[in-house]
């Protein structure tokens, strides 16, 4: 514990985002050492009032709290590789994107040297970092999040999905797979716009604006995909058709790739054969879902 009473911290990793989490710690009152394989990336927070540890060992030693958000999974194993002898005890806050198994397999790891172990996903960008606009997510040992609360909120505001350590790593790729999409979808439109002679300047603030609306929707596509009822919808299968086939016309017509649309066609002419064209759009859902879940 620091003098304040609050829990020692140290961040491994003074990268785009261990810079500004090391410095939100700071701004926050919380005693902080960092580490980073160049030592002079720590000589802007140290003369905030960071510790400079020279080892990673060190580093770690130093505080109860571990936070690690170095670019993968390999890295971190390779980065924590010199201090295994200092880890029991700690709490291990793994930052680095990866698959669900990396985060178990260093859970495993973790455990087998004497640190509980949270798994986190950063959903925020370096300057979103202890803004209301960040959040990280959280996975494994509850005790450890639930003890240290309070300090992951000083990075953002944090949402736990349980002791699996996985689950945080496929809420964020499902959170980045809804991103990719819209992002892509963005780019695609803009290609048709520039075409004939939108910029994609003039594009982006009508797309933001069509985007909120749609994120007003996803509360009622959620409740239709799990009840599965799909009747009376506002926005069918059968419509989107007319939409998505119209799209991928205007781009074949203006030289537009239509790889983008062209998965999606095919889905709602699936549905629609199926005989589901008058359902809601979010019937797509039944597609998508595992071979082998029981039909609705």
């Not at 959620?222 to 119209?246: K, M, P």
């Amino acid at each position: 514990m620091s003098e304040q009473g609050k829990p020692t911290v140290t961040v491994l990793g003074l990268g785009r985002m261990g810079t500004p989490i090391a410095a939100a710690f700071l701004s926050a009152g919380y005693s902080t050492t960092v580490w980073n394989r160049t030592h002079e990336k720590a000589d802007a927070l140290v003369a905030q009032g960071a510790i400079r540890a020279v080892t990673v060992a060190e580093a770690v030693a130093a505080s109860s709290l571990v936070i690690v958000p170095l670019l993968d999974y390999n890295a971190v194993r390779q980065a924590l590789k010199p201090a295994t002898t200092a880890l029991p005890g700690r709490v291990l806050v793994n930052l680095a994107n990866g698959a669900p198994e990396q985060a178990r397999e260093l859970a495993t790891w973790a455990a087998g040297h004497g640190a509980d172990y949270l798994d986190g996903a950063m959903m925020a960008l370096p300057q979103t970092v202890a803004t209301p606009e960040a959040f990280f997510l959280y996975s494994g040992s509850r005790k450890a999040f639930v003890t240290y609360r309070t300090e992951l909120e000083v990075m953002a505001a944090s949402h736990y999905f349980g002791v699996d350590p996985g689950l945080a790593e496929i809420h964020d790729l499902a959170l980045l797979g809804t991103g990719y999409a819209a992002l892509t979808g963005f780019l695609h439109a803009a290609a048709v716009l520039d075409a004939v002679g939108t910029t994609p300047a003039v594009f982006a603030p009508l797309a933001a604006r069509w985007m909120n609306g749609i994120a007003q929707f996803l509360p009622e596509l959620a409740r239709e995909a799990a009840s599965g009822t799909y009747e009376g919808g506002v926005s069918t299968v059968d419509l989107n058709r007319v939409g998505v086939d119209n799209l991928i016309h205007i781009s074949r017509a203006n030289g537009i790739d239509t790889d983008v649309h062209e998965p999606l066609k095919a889905l709602l002419d699936r549905r629609s054969a199926d005989g589901n064209g008058k359902d809601s759009f979010s019937s797509v859902f039944e597609l998508l879902r595992p071979r082998d879940a029981p039909q609705r």
